[in-house]
């Protein structure tokens, strides 16, 4: 029996999930949760990084810097997906207005993939700001897995594709 979050506790066939969103208290909480991002991120983005030599967009060249400063927008909200109370991956969403929010990056480690993680993450995400009636993303286009997990997801081309080099473009969902 599947109940709200990511964080699951296995006892016998039932499972547990709850969500584990950022309290921003302090300057050094904020900087030791960039820290734990940036080294899970850079693990999860390498082999998209290696396969598309992209280290000017891709998430896996980002510096912590880069990330300290996105934390710090107001309307950026980070979480991380947890698996029996060990950080398994990290969603960050955008809500740039009461009604429209943009999943920015989700990512799980790649030794938790295919177990349906990213799967709940996103519907626990969506229940998180039900005055969200638009949600849009953007993904690799060749990158079937991730194209798939979206439109499972309900999410819609738009038709919108931008080409970042020869072999790599983005394509823009929209729910």
Same mark, same amino acid.
């Given at each position: ?19 584990? %969103?950022?309290?921003?208290? &302090? ?7 960039? +820290?734990? $991002?940036?080294?899970?991120? =850079?693990? @999860? ?26 934390? %710090?927008?107001?309307?950026? &909200? ?7 109370? +060990?950080? $398994?991956?990290?969603?960050? =969403?955008? @809500? ?26 996103? %519907? ?52």
């Amino acid at each position: 029996m599947r109940r709200a979050f990511w964080r699951q506790r296995y006892k016998g066939a039932k499972r547990r999930k709850e969500i584990c %969103k950022w309290k921003y208290r &302090s300057k050094k909480q904020l900087y030791k949760d960039a +820290e734990e $991002i940036y080294s899970m991120q =850079i693990i @999860a983005f390498k082999p998209l990084l290696d396969k598309y030599q992209d280290h000017e967009g891709s998430p896996g060249a980002e510096t912590i810097e880069q990330i300290r400063a996105r934390m %710090k927008y107001p309307q950026i &909200s980070c979480y991380f997906i947890q698996l029996n109370s +060990e950080n $398994i991956g990290h969603i960050r =969403i955008n @809500a740039f207005s009461e009604d429209a929010c943009r999943l920015s990056q989700m990512f799980i480690l790649q030794e938790y993939q295919g177990n349906g993680y990213a799967q709940q993450a996103v %519907k626990e995400i969506e229940a998180l700001y039900p005055n969200a009636k638009n949600w849009i993303l953007d993904t690799i286009k060749q990158e079937p897995k991730l194209r798939h997990l979206y439109e499972k997801m309900g999410y819609k081309l738009t038709g919108k594709e931008t080409n970042i080099q020869d072999g790599m473009d983005l394509v823009d969902y929209a729910k």
